[in-house]
Structure formats: structure tokens, C-alpha cells
């Protein structure tokens, strides 16, 4: 018999390694072969190869961003696109950005509870939020496409690696590390021995869809499937040609004029017309885009290589729904 569902458990994420014993142990013992804490990236591709195989329609992703990614990448790898499960997303991680969106909204013993309740009434899929993920590829090959949620290079590199020093990791949780990193991002924008670094931006060519691909110096490149972000923070609109079911990016030119007023108004989730005129800003929504650079990208939080040509692919997944208590 197909399992109800079945929980991948990330025992490294950073809630998961502070006093979650007693949950991990009555998951084990109610799940039996069906809690699954794989110990390294090869160990959960072949968990998940055998979901497939079982055609598990329910899996129950217990980490952080990182680790839904992981879990994303595999499913994209083995399932068929016609039969993707639906996911609940227990908030566990290091970095939880996804689950402001679509995670189950519960933890622990009470997400075991309420996932029990779910499955024994058979309303897993009763209340959901439907999302793509965003698929990055690259143009060898061989290489295996990763999945992921959000994406971004350039300022939101240099934020994250910021963020990701050992006395900013080590020393605080994820919600205090990004305020940290915000301050430090801010002062080295206000320092003048980086602001013109940061500012003048990397080199990017950029194609949308199938609009002429345009080369610029890149300020800031971000780009989601997701429908909100934490503290209201919303730096997207739509042009009228936009896809309503996509990629929602952000892409801000090197040197953008008028940066504090448009970095306030972004953060409070609010695009005034003056923003929306200016050139330097452009925003929208796509199916497919291109990439070319030679720096850096974070998806998810990951830092990942752009590759020896510097060309990745966006693009998104099939319909995803994701699991609420």
C-alpha cells in the first residue's frame, strides 16, 4: 500500500539540531521506513528515486530552504511531471524565506499531529497553495538542472556572502542575521570605498523570453516563483505583456539613480510610478530567461557557479501544491 506520506528529515538544519528528540522519535516510530533522515546528498537523490518508483504522493520536507531545493532538484529528477507530489514544508532550517509562503505552518509534535489528522481524514490536499518551482539549468548537458524557489545575483550575492561569515552565521539566528546583513549591506552601500563597487554592478546579459537579450552592468538581479516574502518586503511588478504564472524578477541597471528612495519603497512593498518609469528598473514576470555572467548566483541560499560559459537558463516546474495545516 502507498504510504499516506512519508517525512524527509534534515537532522543538520538548524531548529532540527536543538531539542527536537522526542518528535524525531515518535515520527520514527509512527512512520516506521517512511521517516527518512538521509545522511548526504547521494543518500536522498536514491530515497527519492524510490518515492518515485513508489509513487509516494505526499512527502513532508522537515528543513530549511536548502533543503526543500535538494528535495525539489530530486523530485524534478525522477518524477514524472504529470505525477508530482504535494509537499509539506515544516520550517526547520537555517534560512525558512520559502515558508513565509508555503510552508505547513506547524512544527515539531504538532505538525506530526496534524499530518496524521490529514492523512487519516484524507484532506492532504484539501487547503493548498499551488506554486512552480524555478528550475536553474545550464548549457552543458551534463550537468544536472537544480530546482529551487528563489534566486538572485550581484548586491544579493554579496549580501549573502556577507551573511554567510562565521561570526554572523555562528553568532545569531537567521532571523537576527538578516537584519545584521541588512545593516552591513547598508554600510558598505554608504561606505565610499564600496559603494562604487557595489553600485556599478556586474557585468549581465539578460533574455527575456523571447525579447532581444540586452548586456548591462547589473546592480541587483532577483528573480521567484514565490507570491510574497517575509516583513511585507515586495520588489516586483508587472509589465503589461507579464505571465500572471511565472518567474517574477527584478533587475536593477549599474549605477541606478534615485537607489535609497527605490530600495524604501521596495522594502515596504510599495512600486510608485516614478519607479516604474524609470529605466534603470524594470521588473516583470516570464516563463524562460537567460542568463550569461561570470560571477556567482544564490538560489535559495546556496551559492552556485554560473558555469565555464557563464550561461544558465531559468524556467519553471509543473504546478506544485504545497501542503497547509
Request: hydrophobic share 40%.
Amino acid at each position: 500500500m502507498t504510504a499516506r506520506f512519508v517525512i524527509i528529515h534534515n537532522p543538520r538544519s538548524r531548529r532540527n539540531r536543538s531539542g527536537n528528540e522526542h518528535y524525531s522519535m515518535m515520527a520514527r516510530q509512527s512512520l516506521g521506513e517512511n521517516f527518512l533522515s538521509p545522511a548526504s546528498q547521494a543518500e536522498l537523490l536514491h530515497q527519492v528515486e524510490e518515492l518515485a518508483r513508489r509513487d509516494v504522493q505526499c512527502i513532508v520536507v522537515d528543513g530549511g530552504d536548502g533543503t526543500l531545493s535538494d528535495v525539489l532538484s530530486a523530485i524534478h529528477r525522477y518524477y514524472r511531471p504529470d505525477r508530482l507530489p504535494a509537499l509539506a514544508l515544516l520550517p526547520s532550517g537555517n534560512t525558512n524565506l520559502i515558508a513565509g509562503d508555503v510552508g505547513f505552518g506547524l512544527r515539531g509534535m504538532e505538525a506530526l499531529v496534524r499530518l496524521n489528522q490529514l492523512a487519516l481524514g484524507g484532506g492532504m490536499r484539501r487547503n493548498i497553495r499551488r506554486r512552480r518551482g524555478l528550475v536553474v539549468s545550464w548549457s552543458d548537458p551534463q550537468r544536472t538542472p537544480v530546482v529551487g524557489m528563489f534566486h538572485g545575483t550581484a548586491a544579493f550575492r554579496r549580501a549573502i556572502e556577507l551573511a554567510h561569515q562565521p561570526q554572523i552565521l555562528d553568532r545569531y539566528s537567521h532571523e537576527m542575521a538578516v537584519v545584521v546583513t541588512l545593516g552591513s549591506s547598508v554600510a558598505h552601500l554608504l561606505s565610499r570605498r564600496f559603494r562604487r563597487e557595489w553600485t556599478q554592478g556586474d557585468r549581465l546579459s539578460i533574455t527575456v523570453g523571447d525579447a532581444p537579450a540586452r548586456q548591462e552592468n547589473c546592480f541587483l538581479f532577483l528573480a521567484t516563483t514565490l507570491q510574497s516574502l517575509p516583513y511585507g518586503v515586495w520588489p516586483f511588478w508587472h509589465g503589461a505583456e507579464s505571465h500572471d504564472d511565472g518567474i517574477r524578477y527584478l533587475d536593477v541597471a549599474g549605477m541606478p539613480p534615485r537607489l535609497t528612495a527605490a530600495v524604501t519603497s521596495l522594502l515596504r512593498g510599495r512600486v510608485p510610478q516614478w519607479l516604474r518609469n524609470e529605466s534603470a528598473y524594470d521588473s516583470g514576470c516570464a516563463m524562460r530567461i537567460r542568463l550569461e555572467m561570470k560571477e556567482d548566483f544564490v538560489l535559495d541560499g546556496e551559492v552556485l557557479d554560473s558555469g565555464p560559459d557563464g550561461v544558465t537558463y531559468l524556467s519553471v516546474t509543473p504546478p506544485i501544491d504545497f501542503i497547509q495545516a
